[in-house]
């Protein structure tokens, strides 16, 4: 058995392996990151950073910068086109970051990559991960041109289809919804919020409309059947059918699009012995609430900090606390999301019963409050 090479592989250089990069290499310890793609080449599936994750990174000087370059939102609305159900205001809670941070997942990566290279740390790319084998010692990962890596401790934050959970050999329990979801980022005319995010019910359907620091407007929708590339008919069709009616707005550019399936699982741990998971690799669910992208960072930094203590002398046993808290974590969201999206894909003959009920609650300080709490994942500090 060879001496470990390095202290943490981390395989994937999304936002969570990222942050797991850049807490351990901040803690001195010595980190080799891979990834499949190209620098640059991820698209940008989240757009939403949360008032916790902000919190979580701050001691890892990026906070700064993400919020610099972001808009802060401060209120989240659910309408049933143009009438008001429940709005959702984040000014009153506990955190420096009173608001939702819109900012596109290109953007965060960008300024996570930025703070590893400013710590001495680099990504090995593109490069992928073949195999993975455990020992008493270490964790040896070989790369698809047969180059090995050795290391003490491996993450796997290589997503959904993660490479280092199936040799693990952990499985991903749950299902996929059955509706598909498009998603664009658009030019609009016309009279929308750029300090909120809305989510439109309608008879039609629900759309999200959130706004990006670059003038553009992200759209999230579900429907039966999604286009591979939504162009601006499609999109305007949405917006006409599922968005506002009283003051409609005009898609004139598709900037970029695409559609995806969601499924909703979650691993069945996060941890085999010396192989950890963190992320999309641990845990995929629906894009409602914007929950995803935050999750992950908050795996993430967490293990960073655990496996920090253990390679500093701590006991392994560190690692199953984070594995067993983060899943409880990641239940929970899976649970709150899939509530989401419930409401918003509830059959037509019920949705009235849906936003009367919704109306009632909205007017609710206290449910307003605690939906607030937990869009801005402050019911995970620890």
Same mark, same amino acid.
Request: charged share 20%.
């Given at each position: 058995m060879s001496t470990p090479t390095v202290d943490v592989l981390i395989v994937g250089a999304g936002p969570a392996g990222l942050t797991a990069a850049v807490v351990l290499t901040q803690r001195g310890h010595t980190v080799t990151v891979v990834d499949t793609q190209a620098e640059g080449a991820n698209t940008s599936r989240a757009a939403v950073v949360h008032a916790r994750t902000l919190e979580v990174l701050q001691p890892y000087g990026v906070t700064e910068e993400l919020t610099a370059r972001g808009i802060h939102a401060g209120r989240f609305t659910i309408r049933d086109r143009d009438r008001l159900l429940v709005p959702v205001p984040f000014g009153g809670l506990p955190t420096p970051f009173p608001y939702t941070l819109m900012i596109s997942q290109a953007e965060t990566e960008a300024v996570l990559l930025a703070r590893l290279k400013e710590l001495g740390g680099t990504v090995l790319r593109p490069a992928t991960v073949a195999a993975?084998?455990?020992?008493?010692t270490g964790v040896t990962a070989t790369l698809d041109g047969g180059r090995q890596i050795r290391a003490t401790y491996l993450i796997g934050a290589d997503g959904m289809h993660s490479t280092v959970r199936q040799n693990a050999g952990i499985g991903f329990t749950g299902s996929t919804y059955a509706e598909s979801f498009t998603l664009a980022d658009v030019r609009l005319d016309g009279a929308v919020s750029d300090a909120e995010v809305v989510l439109y019910f309608s008879p039609a359907g629900m759309v999200v409309v959130a706004?990006? $620091?670059? %003038?553009?407007?992200?759209?999230?929708?579900?429907? &039966?059947? /999604?286009?591979?590339?939504? *162009?601006?008919?499609?999109?305007?069709?949405l917006l006409d059918t599922r968005g506002p009616k009283a003051a409609p707005v005009a898609v004139r550019e598709v900037v970029w699009g695409s559609r995806f399936r969601v499924h909703h699982r979650v691993a069945d741990t996060f941890r085999d012995r010396r192989v950890l998971l963190a992320g999309d690799a641990a845990h995929?669910?629906? $894009?409602? %609430?914007?929950?995803?992208?935050?999750?992950?960072? &908050?795996? /993430?930094?967490?293990?960073? *900090?655990?496996?920090?203590?253990?390679?500093q002398g701590a006991s392994p046993e560190i690692l199953d606390e984070y594995a067993a808290t983060h899943r409880a974590h990641a239940q929970k969201v899976v649970a709150f999301a899939g509530r989401l999206t419930t409401l918003a894909t509830m059959p037509a003959f019920v949705r009235p019963a849906r936003n009367l009920v919704l109306g009632l609650l909205g007017r609710s300080a206290a449910f307003r409050r605690r939906l607030a709490w937990q869009l801005a994942g402050l019911d995970r500090r620890r």
């Amino acid at each position: 058995m060879s001496t470990p090479t390095v202290d943490v592989l981390i395989v994937g250089a999304g936002p969570a392996g990222l942050t797991a990069a850049v807490v351990l290499t901040q803690r001195g310890h010595t980190v080799t990151v891979v990834d499949t793609q190209a620098e640059g080449a991820n698209t940008s599936r989240a757009a939403v950073v949360h008032a916790r994750t902000l919190e979580v990174l701050q001691p890892y000087g990026v906070t700064e910068e993400l919020t610099a370059r972001g808009i802060h939102a401060g209120r989240f609305t659910i309408r049933d086109r143009d009438r008001l159900l429940v709005p959702v205001p984040f000014g009153g809670l506990p955190t420096p970051f009173p608001y939702t941070l819109m900012i596109s997942q290109a953007e965060t990566e960008a300024v996570l990559l930025a703070r590893l290279k400013e710590l001495g740390g680099t990504v090995l790319r593109p490069a992928t991960v073949a195999a993975v084998r455990q020992d008493d010692t270490g964790v040896t990962a070989t790369l698809d041109g047969g180059r090995q890596i050795r290391a003490t401790y491996l993450i796997g934050a290589d997503g959904m289809h993660s490479t280092v959970r199936q040799n693990a050999g952990i499985g991903f329990t749950g299902s996929t919804y059955a509706e598909s979801f498009t998603l664009a980022d658009v030019r609009l005319d016309g009279a929308v919020s750029d300090a909120e995010v809305v989510l439109y019910f309608s008879p039609a359907g629900m759309v999200v409309v959130a706004p990006l $620091p670059d %003038g553009t407007f992200r759209i999230v929708a579900t429907v &039966d059947s /999604a286009p591979e590339v939504p *162009d601006v008919a499609f999109v305007q069709h949405l917006l006409d059918t599922r968005g506002p009616k009283a003051a409609p707005v005009a898609v004139r550019e598709v900037v970029w699009g695409s559609r995806f399936r969601v499924h909703h699982r979650v691993a069945d741990t996060f941890r085999d012995r010396r192989v950890l998971l963190a992320g999309d690799a641990a845990h995929v669910h629906s $894009p409602a %609430g914007g929950q995803g992208m935050n999750l992950g960072i &908050d795996d /993430a930094a967490a293990l960073g *900090d655990a496996l920090s203590r253990v390679l500093q002398g701590a006991s392994p046993e560190i690692l199953d606390e984070y594995a067993a808290t983060h899943r409880a974590h990641a239940q929970k969201v899976v649970a709150f999301a899939g509530r989401l999206t419930t409401l918003a894909t509830m059959p037509a003959f019920v949705r009235p019963a849906r936003n009367l009920v919704l109306g009632l609650l909205g007017r609710s300080a206290a449910f307003r409050r605690r939906l607030a709490w937990q869009l801005a994942g402050l019911d995970r500090r620890r």
